[in-house]
Structure formats: structure tokens, C-alpha cells
């Protein structure tokens, strides 16, 4: 009986839709239980067609990482956006149009950019100060009150800003192994925001939200603090770092990169895919000295199997990907077989590959097409 | 007077027409001078419009990475094609479509892809053996040549199939640093394939081509032994990588990331910029401990000034980048500001960002647009 492997010449993004819908209900169904808003991080799928499937769990506030990426979400019908990046004063009038149109959050971080942002907008927007957990990413810092304090009198002084919370990344939880890791700088990291929040509160400049999220703890936790809103993006599809951390198993992995093999080298233990840098990226995993971009599953039915032990795509450059296998499974690929890469990170595979495949057939864009 | 800078809004990559044509001229003369093929690699630029710029150098002869990138190049009038990547079988029957439209070269390197390709392809394609001279990515290996052997005796065998030579990529010159090492690991790259050229010839195999060529090489060594033709890619725009290797001047690197600042860490030394692994990659070189994404410049003029003394890319995730800055250098970049990025390799950039700007104000597209 053909399979959907058939049809497949080249490196394609496959797309498990059962998996992650499931993934979707999942946070969605703790989110609702727990009384906190989901406003998920666009930032992963990239898809219109893949954000109608948030709309049946009730979700109405998404979150983007760029305003080219909030425009695109608002033509098709969203219209409560948090552009999850330190504001650009550059795209300022841009960004008023925008904000003539939807309900726009905007991050802020200096008394500056409040100011210069003052210059330019004119329709209303919410404000959230970027605060900065302890990952020195960016944001301002949690134990440094008065600074965080100017901005946020700065932003209640404009006509239309709407102060409305501190909103974090909790970067630290994807270096963490396990729940029990995860959860505990989870906790650390809200509670340096909930410190800062109360100062603020305090100071009279409340009251004021908390916005947090992230996809290892929004997976792991069964407490996720007294925040307001998780903006969490990644648990759509997972990947190969999220397996690694353990916030999932491999069958919610959702998307895998199906890459024709092109060479054998069994006295080195390698096969090598077209399937390179320009389709799952350069970003990778370590596991002790090695590099990994992603592990290696084979085709099973109408989708993939478990990843194969010991088996992991060791380098890449532009179009090659350098694939070891162990000695059995090496003996069962052959040339012009496909292997299915879990990538280690599925938001650049995602955004190189700009469309998925998914397992019964069908073309989905992205944002990129 | 307004410069181009002034219309920035959001990463932006520009193009430096100059830098880039004369780049290309030096090689072409130099291989001009030496009676050598001059057989560009694509994969760089991507671009139907910068393809023309080699025109006037009196190349004819180019090399894809793909067959998609292949067919964009034939489309534009290219009619001498390599795809220097091992041929793909699950692409057999479009390969065999663009070999009835252009002279088509494919890598081998098995007697199973030779017979495969064999019962689909029914138009001539010249045949090149890949060679692994000492990396180990693919190829066969310089030193084993019974396997060489065979495979090209099985390549005779077929049909249609002209049996050119042998071709490889000298990736050693990649970690070289330095005219001196770069050349030595140049010529000893070439000696293997020399070698194995020698064994074949005199097993009756002959006469074989030699395919060679990277950027370090072109650009640096003055004897590029007795090859006969050259297939370099990057020399075109370089990047901080090639700046790195040496095989480049600041002044050479004729692509630049302008990035918005969007906010400042003054206590840390760092600012950050609008600009991260979906416009650069995560491809980065390393100093020391230190990786770096991308070297940093101050717009000048209608362009970019020399890189930062102790300023670079020092992290990137999805849309931020993180910059280290000197003290002195701190003090004049503020928030709204553009930095130009020299990319840690510009091949991948170019992939990202799908367009250029030239300092003129021209917009540049790639296959990717």
C-alpha cells in the first residue's frame, strides 16, 4: 500500500496533526483548570491554518516574536497580540497601525523607548515591562525596583498606554533535566517576578499582571504560581531539546524532517541525508562532548517510530546532514531510503522549511511561503 | 542627506555591489591566469541577478548545491551545471528532466547509485567520482582506490554517462588560519586527489578531470596546482568566518546584517539587537571560549566601518541577538540605532533573509523570495 514516504523526493517537514492537537489540549485543558490565561507563542508553527486548531480550546490571546509575524496572525482574525520583543522603536508607526486594529501588548524596558513610543502612537496599547529573571537575555532587572518602578510611572504617564504587568521568559527552565529541575527554577523564576511585582504594587503602581511561560514548565508543573497569563510556544511540535529535557516523550514530537539518504559509510558507522543547515538549522543539543541536531527515526506506517539508539545527526552543513547509526541499524538503511530527524530545535526547522506535509496528505503553510 | 540607513526599519541585509564584483573578479582572474575552470558555486548568493555579475568574467560553468538550485540557475540561461552534492536517487526522474536541457553534472560515489541512476536517467550527464580527501563528510575515500576504481568502471559501463573525474572539496582549509596554513593544507588536499587520479589514469580509467576549490584556497594560495577547474562559493561575499581564516579583509565582506537596537545593558557591556538565528543562523566561529555570531560595525556613509575592536554576536536566539561592546563603543550606540553584522557565514544568512539591498537602494532577490 503507498504511504505519504512515496511521494517524498527531497528534504519535507512532516506533520503529525494528531500529536499536536493533542499537545495543544493538553496545556490548554491545565491552563483552564488552573484559571490562568493561554495566549501561546505563535512563534513555533508560523501557520494561519495551524492557529485555527488553538480556536476549539478557547483561546483567543496569542503572543509573536516579531510584528511582521502579529500582522500576518491578525489578518486572520486574532486580534489580542503581545509582540513578545523589546519594542522597536524603528517599526514605531507600524506599529500604531497595528494597534488601530487589535489589542496590542508591547514590552518595554527603558524610559526611553516609553517616551520615544509616545512620540508615535496614538492608538491605545497595553504595556508590559520586560523583566529580566536572571537569564541576562534582556529585560530589566527583577531586583533592581526603581528602575523597573521609572519605567513603569513613565508608561502610566501616556495617554493610551495601558500599564498592564510584568511579563518574563523563564529561559532558565530549558537547561534544566526533568520535572523536578524544571519545576524548581520554574518556581524561582516567578518568584523573583511575584518579589518585584509586590515592590511595584506597593509603590502604588499596581495593580499589575504577570505574564510567564515557557514550554518545559507549562509541560511539567502542576503548579505554575499565582501568574495570570503562560505564553508558551514550542509544546505545539517539541523537538529533539525538549525531549532531551524531558518535558515530553517521542511521540508528542509532532513534526519530523524526512531526508533521503544519499551515502553510506559503514566502516566510520555513518550514513549521510540530503537534509543540512538550510532545513533543520545549526542550532543543536550536547550530550556529554557531542553535538547533536537531532535524533534519527525510520519511516513505520504512516509516520515514524521511536528514535533509534545511538543514532543521531552529528554534523551538518548547508544541504549535508552526517547521520551515525549503530551497526544494526545501519545494515537496514540503504541509499535513496528516507530517515525521519526529530530537529533539535523545531522553531528554525520550521522557519527554513516554511511548509509542512502533514501525515494524511496535506500542504500547510507558513508565515514564510 | 538621507542614506540608505534612514528606510531601515527591521534586519535588513545589505549588499555591497562593489565589494561583491570585485570579489569575483580577482578570482576569475586569478584562475584566468592560471588556465583553469572557473566553476562558481551558487549556494552563496542564491541569485538570479548576482549570477549575471559573473557573466562579464567569462564564467560559463556554475555549481548548485540542488537540483532545485539547479533548475532556478537554468531557468535564468545557466547551460553548464554541477550539483555538487551526491546525487540524489529519489530525484532520478527530474534529474534526468534538467540533463535534457542543460550539461548536467552529478557526483557518485557507489556502484549502487551508478546502477540506480542508471535505469532512470536516459539523457547524458557528466559523471564526477566524490572524493573524501581527509574530511570525512562523503566520498570515496583518496586512498582506497579499488573502490574509486570500480565505481568508475561501472560509471563507463553506462550508457550516456560521461565519466568526467574526480571531484572533492578541500574542507580542511576551513579551520586553517592563515595564507601559510591554508595553501600547505591546500596542496596536500590535492595531492591525495592527485594520487588517486595517477592510480586510476594508469589502470586505464583516464583521462579524469580534477574538480577542486574553496574560498580560503582561491583567495589566498598562488599556485592552485594542476587542477582543472576551481568551484568556490563563499569568496563572493565572505564573512566573519572567512575574516577569521584570513582569507579576507573587513573590506572584502560585501554582505551586512543592519540590525535595530532595541535596548541597552550598559552593566553588562551589551546591548541587543533586532537580529537573531532567523536572520543570521546559529552558525557562529569560536575565539577562544567565545562564540561568535557575527562581527559588529557602525553604519558609515553609505556603508558599514571597520568591525568593532572587542565588539561581536556573543548569542542569538530566535529574533534577539545579543551584542558585546567595548566600553567607548557602549556610549555611542543607543536604542533605535542600527549595527551592521558581518554574519559568521553568509551562505546561510542569505538563505534566511531571502533578499538584499544594495547601498544604492536596489532590491535583490534569491530562489528563496
Chains 1, 2 share one sequence.
Not at 504511504?3 to 494528531?18: W, Y
Not at 491578525?74 to 523589546?86: E, L
Amino acid at each position: 500500500m503507498p504511504t505519504i514516504f512515496d511521494r517524498i523526493e527531497k528534504p519535507t517537514l512532516l506533520l503529525d496533526e494528531q500529536a499536536a492537537r493533542r499537545n495543544i489540549a493538553r496545556v490548554a485543558e491545565k491552563t483552564r483548570r488552573m484559571g490562568i490565561r493561554f495566549r501561546p507563542h505563535f512563534k513555533t508553527h508560523q501557520s494561519a491554518a495551524i492557529g485555527e486548531w488553538f480556536r476549539p480550546e478557547g483561546v483567543t490571546a496569542i503572543t509573536t516574536s516579531s510584528l511582521d509575524m502579529a500582522l500576518y496572525f491578525a489578518a486572520s482574525g486574532w486580534n489580542d497580540i503581545t509582540i513578545a520583543f523589546p519594542a522597536n522603536l524603528r517599526q514605531a508607526r507600524a506599529l500604531n497601525g497595528l494597534a488601530e486594529q487589535v489589542r496590542l501588548g508591547l514590552l518595554v524596558e527603558s524610559v526611553e523607548t516609553v517616551q520615544r513610543l509616545s512620540n508615535t502612537l496614538t492608538a491605545p496599547v497595553d504595556i508590559w515591562l520586560k523583566v529580566d529573571a536572571g537569564t541576562h537575555r534582556t529585560g530589566l532587572a527583577w531586583d533592581a525596583p526603581d528602575a523597573a518602578a521609572a519605567v513603569a510611572e513613565a508608561a502610566r504617564g501616556v495617554t493610551g498606554f495601558r500599564l498592564r504587568g510584568l511579563l518574563t521568559h523563564a529561559g532558565s527552565t530549558y537547561t534544566a533535566r526533568g520535572a523536578d529541575e524544571v519545576c524548581r527554577r520554574y518556581a524561582e523564576n516567578t518568584g523573583r517576578l511575584l518579589e518585584l511585582h509586590h515592590t511595584l504594587e506597593q509603590r502604588g503602581l499596581g495593580p499589575l499582571e504577570i505574564s510567564t511561560g515557557d514550554t518545559p514548565a507549562a509541560s511539567l508543573c502542576d503548579d505554575l504560581g499565582p501568574v495570570n497569563e503562560i505564553r508558551p510556544g514550542n509544546f505545539v511540535f517539541y523537538d529533539s531539546q525538549q525531549i532531551q529535557v524531558g518535558s515530553c516523550g517521542w511521540r508528542d514530537a509532532a513534526v519530523a524532517l524526512a531526508c533521503p539518504v544519499v551515502a553510506k559509510h559503514p566502516e566510520r558507522g555513518e550514513v549521510v541525508i540530503y537534509g543540512g543547515a538550510v532545513h533543520l538549522s545549526k542550532d543543536f543539543l550536547t550530550e556529554g562532548e557531542r553535538r547533536v541536531y537531532g535524533y534519527v527515526c525510520l519511516p513505520e506506517g504512516e509516520g515514524w517510530g521511536s528514535p533509534l539508539a545511538g543514532g543521531y545527526v552529528s554534523a551538518v552543513s548547508q544541504e549535508h546532514g552526517v547521520v551515525r547509526l549503530a551497526e544494526s541499524d545501519l545494515r537496514r538503511v540503504g541509499v535513496g531510503d528516507l530517515l525521519c530527524i526529530l530537529p533539535a530545535h523545531s522553531c528554525l526547522t520550521v522557519t527554513l522549511m516554511k511548509q509542512y506535509i502533514t501525515l494524511d496528505g496535506n500542504t500547510i503553510e507558513t508565515m514564510n511561503c
